[in-house]
């Protein structure tokens, strides 16, 4: 359905600029690179709206890396042969936004993600030169797709952990697909509804937007304020007003 005059305006004529911004989505599907990913084409509607709108996208699959279990910056330090994080990190950290996508299998993430998770957890004993914890000042999403229950659940288990380790989630930071219950459909086969489903395509557009509004915030007033919240202050004594400075 082509848009009115009126539409076309409210869509094109906004004054934001996002062009500054950059966006990772890690795609925590159990294929790899190169065969379909039902997660990737929902990702991709997210994709679309920030590539049109300046933000520099990528999109990553972990399953690609050697990521060991652990909750280490390298693993190689604790055993491991080899260990892709560190430059899967680095990544991580240029980016702005955050996207996690992931399927659901027996009703939570994927292990992919999980393992994510803990690898992103590794890196959050690091400090940011405010001396706050290093996801501090960036932002985080996650889409999920599915043919089985679980979005919301995923959706709580991934935002909790993300902003936990530091990111701040927006509103509305989460969107998700899943097709009738037991076998079916995924979200790019052929007849799923998925892509014509206004639910998910109205939730995933805000989630979108709502994140680049963020960071957009984030970045032009340069991160999350550091007062109370800087953990080498606290571990040199400051208390930030705690009510009991000689708890100790």
């Given amino acids: 359905m082509a848009l009115t005059e009126r539409q076309q305006e409210l869509c094109t004529t906004h004054p934001y600029d996002f062009s500054d911004l950059s966006a990772l989505f890690l795609n925590c599907t159990l294929k790899p690179t190169g065969v379909t990913s039902n997660t990737e084409a929902l990702i991709e509607v997210s994709r679309a709206i920030m590539d049109a709108n300046g933000v520099k996208t990528q999109i990553l699959r972990p399953v690609d890396y050697q990521l060991p279990p652990g909750v280490y910056p390298d693993m190689t330090e604790h055993g491991f042969q080899r260990d892709d994080w560190p430059e899967l990190c680095e990544q991580v950290m240029q980016a702005h936004i955050l996207i996690i996508g992931t399927p659901i299998w027996l009703g939570e993430e994927s292990s992919v993600c999980r393992r994510v998770i803990e690898r992103l957890y590794g890196e959050s004993g690091r400090l940011n030169a405010k001396g706050q914890y290093i996801y501090y000042g960036k932002t985080a999403g996650t889409l999920i797709t599915g043919n089985e229950d679980g979005v919301k659940h995923c959706a709580m288990t991934v935002l909790y952990a993300l902003q936990h380790l530091g990111y701040t989630i927006p509103p509305q930071a989460d969107a998700g697909w899943i097709g009738e219950a037991g076998p079916g459909p995924s979200y790019a086969d052929?007849?799923?509804?998925?892509?014509?489903?206004?639910?998910?395509?109205?939730?995933?557009?805000?989630?979108?937007?709502?994140?680049?509004?963020?960071?957009?915030?984030?970045?032009?007033?340069?991160?999350?304020?550091?007062?109370?919240?800087?953990?080498?202050?606290?571990?040199?004594?400051?208390?930030?007003?705690?009510?009991?400075?000689?708890?100790?």
């Fill in 190 to 248: 052929e007849g799923s509804g998925g892509p014509e489903n206004e639910f998910t395509q109205r939730n995933t557009t805000f989630m979108s937007w709502n994140l680049m509004h963020m960071a957009r915030l984030l970045t032009d007033s340069g991160g999350m304020p550091a007062h109370g919240n800087q953990r080498d202050r606290w571990e040199a004594g400051c208390r930030f007003d705690h009510p009991n400075p000689d708890y100790r």
